[in-house]
């Protein structure tokens, strides 16, 4: 180690909160990729404690979406659990130009489960003239917890909704045109000052996707990889999937992996029973971008589909 390396280590040392000290250190101290220290916002999304459910939802007074702002242009919505136990998370993403929503919920229906509603007047009051941006709708995948309110969207003014289907998503990117191959090649989508970035992912379902959204940094893996059990269809086309994800996204600066459920406790490897809908222990919904890695080398472990338990999820095949 140089002189000058040994004075950056030193430095980073002392300075760990600093962005540039952060930079440095992961070039400079580790010889690997930069590890962005985490925003105070990921801290504090790190921290937070979901509504979890009730004892008894008979007595549960808590609004059907909870909504947690990370910044002034980032949501996730989280679906109560006593309406419907997956509680799907739901993000909201916006740029200059158009905001994203990724996901529906579970739930149809406009009354029980306002979420038309809810991501206008968060669209509204985040414009500073009080005026919604267009928005975009698309799906992690086509499962029905994750496209129920997609009516709520449906015919409304500067809202376009993608169904949640292969054929729907590779049109909207132009797969199969340009050189676009699916599931091989990533698709650009651009907000506004805010680039996302899509990787087909199937496994868990044929149309799954992660998004990568620059601005935040976050990896958002939807059923594929989240705190709970993933559920996989295709084994093979899962562990291709998991394979070059990490390959395509290990030069990126992922400050988290964020998914669509909790199904873990706090104890590692140890979840909860399907269908709860009181989780007063859950682990929390970030995930480091290591896991990516750790589920890459469980998956290398099985040539056929079989049960694998990790601390952090538990991958479960489908027959
Ligand atoms: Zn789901």
Redesign the pocket.
């Known amino acids: 180690m140089s002189i000058f390396s040994k004075a950056i280590k030193n430095l980073c040392h002392r300075v760990r909160l600093l962005t540039l000290s952060t930079l440095l250190c992961g070039t400079f101290a580790n010889g690997q990729q930069p590890l962005p220290m985490p925003a105070p916002e990921l801290q504090k999304l790190q921290q937070y404690q979901w509504r979890h459910g009730a004892a008894d939802c008979q007595e549960d007074k808590a609004d059907p979406i909870e909504i947690f702002r990370y910044d002034a242009n980032t949501y996730i919505l989280r679906q109560n659990k006593c309406l419907h136990y997956?509680a799907?998370f739901i993000y909201l993403l916006l740029g200059t130009e158009k905001a994203l929503l990724l996901d529906t919920g579970?739930t149809a229906s406009a009354s029980r489960f306002p979420l038309f509603a809810t991501v206008t007047r968060i669209l509204e009051e985040a414009s500073a003239a009080n005026t919604a941006k267009p928005l975009l709708v698309l799906h992690?995948?086509g499962?029905s917890?994750?496209i129920a309110a997609d009516q709520q969207f449906q015919d409304k003014a500067h809202t376009q909704v993608v169904a949640g289907n292969m054929k729907a998503i590779q049109q909207h990117f132009g797969y199969g045109i340009d050189g676009l191959h699916w599931p091989e090649d990533s698709a650009q989508l651009d907000l506004g000052d805010r680039a996302i970035t899509l990787y087909p992912l199937p496994g868990h379902s044929d149309d799954a996707i992660a998004l990568f959204d620059e601005r935040t940094g976050w990896l958002l893996t939807?059923?594929s990889l989240y705190p709970g059990r993933l559920y996989v269809r295709d084994w093979q086309a899962y562990k291709h999937s998991i394979a070059r994800l990490l390959k395509q996204t290990r030069s990126l600066p992922v400050t988290a992996i964020l998914g669509?459920?909790i199904e873990m406790s706090k104890t590692a490897g140890v979840d909860y029973p399907m269908g709860s809908t009181y989780q007063p222990e859950e682990a929390p919904l970030p995930m480091n971008y290591q896991v990516l890695d750790t589920l890459h080398q469980l998956l290398q472990t099985a040539p056929d589909p079989r049960r694998l338990v990790s601390e952090q999820f538990i991958v479960q095949p489908l027959d």
């Open positions: 997956e799907p579970a992690s995948h499962h917890d994750h939807g059923d669509t459920h």
